[in-house]
């Protein structure tokens, strides 16, 4: 069960990596469709999937899957994993299984991406967040669920948030490396690339984007020649207005430099020719734009702040102190010098990401199962 794809987000390679990895390990699976409300592969209402379009993919993708399910195409050999946990028409899933007998009843694996559980999560800013802790309430009581986390940080949060099913670290979000790199093969060396500083995110508030432009004109004093970037995959856009009108003005100013409606190739293309990915989200739960710069060869510079020391292995060169403008400072400047000895270390973890999904949902990743009393017991502990 895919997500609908979307120019400016990952979703649109989603598919590929996912049934490239499925192939290589010889899986059995089908895709179930679903209609796009449209052909724009645009977000027009809402911050990270579209409002309308991911209802109505979602709920002409729950029909084809009752559908099956009807059929007898779906038993209790079967395995249903959700790439996002939110999918509208899910209450059709324990209504049915509820009603049929045991052998018609699959395994269900749905992937967490934030929602609720998180403190910064886009449902908060919306005034969504109560609806959908019951929401996830009903999915923790489906029968044959289980629960995908992306980090163990995330993790604790279900677990304080009193989820019941059975959980697991996936530690990464689905990756494919091979695709990625194949789209920019002639990469540069670090050393030729252009001195310039890329923050990939959404500018949301989440992503904390006053804390890119305050570092953006305090290094500059020192290093006029850098170059900060905004990349974005649509328009520039914030759910705080504010963040944005500041971006234009920095940016008439000579301070940021602003590349918008950026298709994916245009967009790992600069990142082939720039030096540091920098982050300073409060929410992003592994984040996308750390495996895509790394797989181009860019030094990546992140907070030592939630789901980031796991996916950094705790590495902390490229990693500063929290909110620290100093301690990010000083590392930027040592990540904009030389390429760090680890790169492509994150690209190799989170590109066996999907991998991993895979040997939970075959039987052979109970070593990722979260449920016991000790399940912080592995926090500090380097996965690669």
Same mark, same amino acid.
């Given at each position: ?230 990349? #974005? ?10 963040? =944005?009108? !500041?971006? &234009? @003005? ?116 109970? #070593? ?10 592995? =926090?500090? !502990?380097? &996965? @690669?």
């Amino acid at each position: 069960m895919g997500l609908e794809p979307y120019e400016g987000r990952y979703t649109l390679q989603l598919q590929d990596w996912t049934e490239r990895a499925y192939k290589k390990r010889g899986i059995d699976y089908v895709v179930v469709p679903g209609t796009t409300i449209d052909d724009t592969k645009a977000i027009s209402v809402g911050q990270v999937l579209d409002a309308h379009g991911r209802s109505y993919f979602g709920m002409s993708q729950m029909m084809n899957l009752v559908q099956m399910m009807r059929n007898g195409e779906v038993t209790d050999k079967d395995v249903i994993f959700f790439e996002d946990m939110f999918q509208p028409g899910m209450e059709s899933l324990p209504y049915i299984l509820h009603q049929v007998e045991e052998k018609h009843r699959p395994t269900i694996y749905l992937r967490c991406l934030a929602q609720a559980i998180d403190p910064d999560d886009f449902v908060h800013v919306w005034g969504m967040s109560k609806w959908m802790s019951m929401y996830e309430q009903m999915c923790n009581e489906m029968p044959n669920v289980k629960i995908l986390a992306t980090n163990e940080e995330m993790v604790a949060h279900m677990r304080i948030a009193n989820w019941s099913a059975p959980i697991y670290n996936i530690s990464g979000l689905s990756f494919g490396k091979e695709e990625v790199q194949g789209r920019v093969p002639d990469r540069k060396p670090f050393i030729e690339r252009k001195q310039r500083v890329i923050f990939g995110a959404r500018w949301d508030q989440e992503k904390q984007p006053q804390f890119y432009m305050t570092l953006a004109l305090k290094y500059k004093e020192k290093h006029p020649d850098v170059e900060f970037a905004i990349c #974005q995959g649509g328009p520039l856009r914030s759910n705080n207005q504010f963040f =944005v009108d !500041e971006a &234009k @003005y920095l940016a008439e100013q000579g301070t940021l430099t602003i590349h918008e409606n950026l298709k994916k190739n245009e967009y790992y293309e600069l990142l082939a020719d720039s030096r540091v990915m920098f982050n300073c989200a409060l929410q992003d739960w592994v984040s996308n734009t750390v495996s895509e710069a790394d797989a181009m060869g860019c030094n990546t510079l992140f907070p030592a702040y939630r789901s980031f020391p796991e996916t950094f292995a705790n590495d902390h060169t490229r990693m500063y102190v929290p909110w620290s403008m100093e301690d990010a400072i000083n590392k930027l400047e040592v990540l904009l010098s030389k390429p760090s000895p680890s790169i492509g270390k994150i690209s190799d973890w989170t590109d066996g990401t999907i991998d991993r999904m895979i040997d939970i949902m075959t039987g052979k990743g109970e #070593q990722w199962r979260r449920d016991g009393r000790h399940y912080r017991t592995p =926090v500090s !502990e380097p &996965k @690669y």
